[in-house]
Antibody, heavy 120, light 111 residues
Framework: EVQLVESGGGLVEPGGSLKLSCAAS????????LSWVRQAPGKGLEWVGR??????????DSAAPVKGRFTISRDDSKDTLYLQMSSLKTEDTAVYYCTTDTSLGSFDSWGRGTLVSVSS | QSALTQPASVSGSPGQSITISCTGT?????????VSWYQQHPGKAPKLVIY???RRPSGISSRFSGSKSGNTASLTISGLQAEDESDYYC???????????FGGGTKVTVL
């Protein structure tokens, strides 16, 4: 059974930094493309960014609102995905979900999410 | 870019069929057969119910079906049941620079 467990969320002041982790199990992590998707309170889903598998170059792409501020990385030895967030803004407040990413934007497994609150 | 356009709400009685539309452009829905749909119950993570326009993941009821015509994709739920009451989001691949776009979501109410 695929399991994705996010951690690292919390309260941070505007301009601050936070690093999220996503521990994976139940599938071959090093072959997987992975994405982060977020959901602001009471709002819809928003794609944040994606990292390809190492065999596909481990390249990353990010959505325009977070480009240059958020960095996605992976540690295949630990089956863990990361999201380093810096220069955080109040509008980054959301539940952040880790997902497996197949078929170019088909997010077939999701974690339960971790809440990031950006407020002074 | 703007999100894909979905109706805010759709309702139906048990046993009926409902259809949720998702309208985009030729740069997303119209350009690729890569539309997916997600069901999200309150306080829960989204769940994939349709991918690649009309394919169902293992374990998803055949009551869920997807289609596409031009720049509009649709999700149909037949034989509506109380457990189908949820929020539904469409998503489309939008090319290598944008990657994907989500719709704003549709709240389905079972009367």
């Amino acid at each position: 059974e695929v399991q994705l467990v996010e951690s690292g969320g919390g309260l941070v002041e505007p301009g601050g930094s936070l690093k999220l982790s996503c521990a994976a199990s139940g599938f071959t992590f090093n072959n997987a493309w992975l994405s982060w998707v977020r959901q602001a309170p009471g709002k819809g889903l928003e794609w944040v960014g994606r990292i390809k598998s190492k065999t596909d170059g481990a390249t990353t792409d990010s959505a325009a609102p977070v480009k240059g501020r958020f960095t996605i990385s992976r540690d295949d030895s630990k089956d863990t995905l990361y999201l380093q967030m810096s220069s955080l803004k109040t509008e980054d407040t959301a539940v952040y979900y880790c997902t497996t990413d197949t078929s170019l934007g088909s997010f077939d497994s999701w974690g339960r999410g971790t809440l990031v609150s950006v407020s002074s | 870019q703007s999100a894909l356009t979905q109706p805010a709400s759709v309702s139906g009685s048990p046993g009926q069929s409902i259809t949720i539309s998702c309208t985009g452009t030729s740069s997303d829905i119209g350009g690729y057969d890569l539309v997916s749909w997600y069901q999200q119950h309150p306080g829960k993570a989204p769940k994939l119910v349709i991918y690649e326009v009309s394919r169902r993941p293992s374990g998803i009821s055949s009551r869920f079906s997807g289609s596409k015509s031009g720049n509009t994709a649709s999700l149909t739920i037949s034989g509506l049941q109380a457990e189908d009451e949820s929020d539904y989001y469409c998503c489309s691949y939008a090319g290598s620079s944008t990657y994907v776009m989500f719709g704003g979501g549709t709240k389905v109410t079972v009367l």
